[in-house]
């Protein structure tokens, strides 16, 4: 049996199934556990969708975020089957980990980096976003779609294509997009539920993001690095930086940007964009993360290193790269 097929009949067969994203969500995690979930809730399931993280305040304007819940919601539960989605490896789901012992656990993730880690892994890195492949198995499995399950379907697509700009804006992308908008998706909500959203103090930080900002390998690389005071000062969290390094991405000439974040535990989160020819998952690999060629990070425990040591470290890796090919 191929892994998709294990995957649909494990799921056929279960009645009680944990959906589970990773750690830092993006639009594609958050959009793969709702479709996922309110899907297998349509075919009757019990389903209890989790992310062991916070969940990005604007992402809240979508309803059904509500029902995403911590790890916790795991404890006495006793699921048959954990589905975990967009999730390249075991330390990518927070404290779900411990759970996934007890539960026959399904992987499906677009990731070139995963660890197969599941009892079942469809991993395909041809699909542009996870919340593609859920869609995939949404029809497989008979899910019968309203426009609230399509918006949150397309979510995913929108978001982990760069709202269908980035190279992995295929033709599958625009036919699935093109199918959940048929479905009763609407594009433009949630193109200004998480673009056109910001709050001031955003701006701020990203002024202070473009001051900070170096460009080295005759302008291959551009980095910057965010401390914690600078978030704290404004209110604002490492999710509130999102985007920030996609608009370094865009200056002429870049081929690679960095944005370094540290947490207020001293956690530091490294974020890189290449343009057009670097791969970063070797880059990503070698610090103990995972992505995709174009889009990919680590995380450094705190008290690991600091945040001027990671930036030191993570620099010098890239230069000698750059300067190998460039
Ligand atoms: P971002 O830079 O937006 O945090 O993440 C870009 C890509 O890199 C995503 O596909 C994400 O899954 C991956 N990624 C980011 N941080 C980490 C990390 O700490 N560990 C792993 N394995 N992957 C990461
Ligand atoms: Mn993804």
Not at 220 to 235: H, V
Request: aromatic share 10%.
């Amino acid at each position: 049996m191929n892994q998709f097929d294990g995957i649909k009949r494990a799921l056929e067969d279960a009645r009680k199934v944990g959906v589970v994203g990773h750690i830092m969500p993006d639009g594609d995690c958050i959009s793969s556990v709702l479709s996922a979930g309110l899907g297998l809730e349509k075919l009757g399931k019990e389903v209890r969708m989790i992310v062991d993280y916070e969940i990005p305040w604007y992402y809240y304007e979508f309803d059904a975020v509500e029902r995403i819940h911590r790890a916790g919601a795991l404890q006495n539960w006793d699921p048959d089957v954990i589905l975990v989605l967009d999730a390249s490896s075991p330390d990518r789901v927070g404290d779900v980990e411990e759970f996934l012992e007890k539960a026959l656990v399904l992987v499906v993730d677009h990731h070139a980096t995963n660890h197969a880690f599941g009892d079942f892994n469809w991993v395909d890195t041809k699909f542009g976003a996870t919340a593609q492949m859920v869609l995939k198995l949404n029809k497989a499995l008979g899910v019968l779609y309203d426009p609230e399950l399509a918006l949150y379907n397309f979510i995913g697509i929108a978001t982990d294509t760069g709202f269908f700009r980035y190279a992995n804006s295929d033709v599958q992308v625009f036919e699935d997009a093109a199918e959940l908008v048929r479905l009763g998706a609407n594009p433009n909500v949630v193109a200004s539920t998480i673009l056109e959203n910001k709050k001031l103090e955003q701006l701020g930080l990203f002024c202070e993001v473009v001051h900070g900002l170096k460009i080295e390998c005759d302008g291959l690389l551009a980095y910057s690095a965010i401390p914690w005071n600078a978030f704290e000062k404004r209110g604002l969290s490492e999710s509130d930086a999102a985007g920030f390094v996609g608009e370094m991405r865009a200056i002429r000439g870049v081929e690679v940007a960095v944005l370094f974040s540290e947490s207020k535990e001293g956690e530091i989160h490294v974020s890189m964009r290449s343009k057009k020819w670097f791969d970063l998952t070797e880059t990503a690999v070698h610090f103990g993360g995972g992505g995709h060629p174009r889009a990919a990070g680590f995380t450094v425990k705190a008290g690991e290193a600091s945040l001027a040591e990671v930036v030191e470290s993570t620099v010098q890796y890239l230069k000698i790269r750059l300067t190998q090919r460039g």
